[in-house]
């Protein structure tokens, strides 16, 4: 279903339609995360993506009038460029995780607690989560500022 939607969001037509698309496709992220038992990052990803990005493209479309608007079909050799890019894209990644060595992991599991999550969410060292909710955050900042350029009215020529 994430293929499904990912796709979906990318070759429709209606903005509107594609921003729901997004929102099914974080959605089915985080039922992902959850299969995997890592409840932590399925909250993180409903959050923080589909409760505040895809959230803050809805809202700012929905301040265009603008919502039923068709977007435009990029040329052909843009489409091409584009094709090309993801498939090079994923035949390099299937090809780092075809000969990258996993070592084996012999270790215990740690057990994770609220209180373990807590200090190592203000951990500043090695496995602390500081410099990631920071880029979190400069994340939400473009987002909010792509919404204010949807927001835009542009100008018709009349």
């Known amino acids: 279903m994430i293929i499904v939607f990912g796709i979906l969001a990318v ?12 929102l099914f496709t974080l959605i089915n ?37 603008r919502v039923s608007d068709d977007m435009l079909t990029p040329p052909w050799y843009r489409m091409v460029f584009a094709m090309l890019l993801c498939v090079f894209g994923f035949g390099f990644a299937f090809f780092l995780v075809i000969v990258h060595n996993f070592p ?7 057990e994770i607690s609220v209180h ?8 500043y060292g090695s496995g602390g989560y500081v410099l990631p909710f920071e880029v979190v955050s400069i994340l939400l900042l473009a987002a909010l500022i792509g919404s204010i350029a949807i927001a835009f009215k542009t100008k018709k020529n009349v």
């Open 11 to 22: 070759t429709t037509k209606k903005i509107f339609h594609a921003a729901v698309y997004l």
């Open 29 to 65: 992220v985080a039922a992902l995360y959850f299969c995997l038992n890592y409840e932590f990052l399925a909250a993180v990803q409903i959050v923080v993506y589909v409760g505040g990005i895809v959230v803050l493209i809805l809202f700012s479309l929905f301040l265009t009038h």
């Open 104 to 110: 084996e992991v012999t270790n215990t599991p740690i």
């Open 116 to 123: 373990y999550i807590g200090r190592q969410m203000l951990n």
